[in-house]
């Protein structure tokens, strides 16, 4: 992707198909300088318009909302965002303040997803309430609703 938006190639080139059928991967590539002002010039919104026209489903992984700016200057750009969430190791606060960041840039979440927990654990079910708690099964539920 780095590649691409710096300039020194073509898309196409970039796109890798994996063991997986019909399922492609455009690498990030190495890190630029100013990642942020690519994620956020014209062409990405070209990267977006061209892979959309081939691909059904588009899913980019971006460094944490708290961390950098790649996502706040992604997520106005794409259909929604999914918030993955460490369990155990994120704190509350610090995904509201996420999901806060992401709400002033006019991201659509659409839902979290929390890895690392370990089902079998009596902590499962804490971590079930605690961020279903939180608000993000209203959210589910209206997607449910859309269109």
Known sequence: MS???SGNSDLSSQIKQ??????FVLPGGPIPPNPAELMGSKRME????????????????SPPVLSVTDALVL????????????GGKTPRDAVRRADDQLRDVGAKIL?????????ESSDYYYYYRHYYDYGYH??????????
Not at 49 to 60: D, M
């Open 3 to 5: 590649t691409f938006l």
């Open 18 to 23: 994996t063991a997986v059928r019909s399922l």
């Open 46 to 61: 070209e990267v977006l318009r061209l892979l959309a026209q081939y691909f059904e489903y588009i899913v980019i992984d």
């Open 75 to 86: 997520s106005p750009q794409v259909d929604g965002v999914i918030m993955v969430i460490h």
């Open 111 to 119: 839902g979290a997803l929390i890895n690392n927990v370990d089902m």
């Open 138 to 147: 209203e959210t589910a539920d209206q997607a449910d609703h859309v269109g």
